[in-house]
């Protein structure tokens, strides 16, 4: 499946009776943000694929591993997390400001429960800068526009998109999307991506029939691709060590994780 955020067509106002993606994934990692219905499907997207909470886990460890990698390693001070989701714990910004306190980041969706839950939570430290947006990656102009009142795009951007480009059903529009938005940033910047993959290598022989329960029962409509399609999203860029992976293995402990059907990279911008 994918990450918290989402990048649904424009916003609208909360339907509770209906599940949504990033309630769903907030009741997959734990939290509380979410209501029966999320959790009903949630449940039962688990039981057809028993590793979906393993999934939500790697991701957000990936995402720490590497934006700590970034900030510590390569020396990134502006982040831009899209489809950004329902905060929770060790979020972009407060990784990133760990290690370097102004760091700035900026956060976009357009989910109205995520707006509303990010204004009240998503508050960096007095050094750096934290921002959230109410944007459309299906915009990517209008998105870039909007960052930058807070990003230099003079200076490198780690450009976050963890789980959302399985939102855009056309692959081809897909990686239209990244293509402009990184053509927006300037050399010296990365793209960190996780994406879900029904590539029985990894585990994601049940990706397609949770998928399909999913479609047919919450919102917004996801797909999985395999590992060349979601490659082909780096085009251009230099990935980083170990390139393409299962987002648990990227740069982890060996044997830290299980692998699940969530690939994960991170790749630089020439």
Known sequence: MGESGTPPRGPTRPDTSVAHNARVWNHWVGGRDNHEVDR????????ILPVIRDIARADREFLVRAVTYL?????????LDLGSGLPTADNTHEVAQR?????RTVYVDNDPIVLTHARTLLAGTGDGATDYLEADVHDPDALLEQAARTLDFDRPVAVMMLGVLNFVLDTGRARGIVRRIMDGVP?????????????AEVGGGSQIPAMEFWNENATPPITARGAEDIAAFLEGLHPVEPGLVSCSRWRARAGSAPVVPQYGAVAMKP
């Open 99 to 103: 290690i370097a306190p102004g760091s």
């Open 40 to 47: 009903r499907v949630g449940d039962r997207v688990a039981s």
């Open 71 to 79: 900030a510590g390693e390569r020396g990134v001070r502006q982040f």
């Open 187 to 199: 050399s010296g910047s990365f793209l960190v991506l996780t994406h879900p993959t029904h590539d």
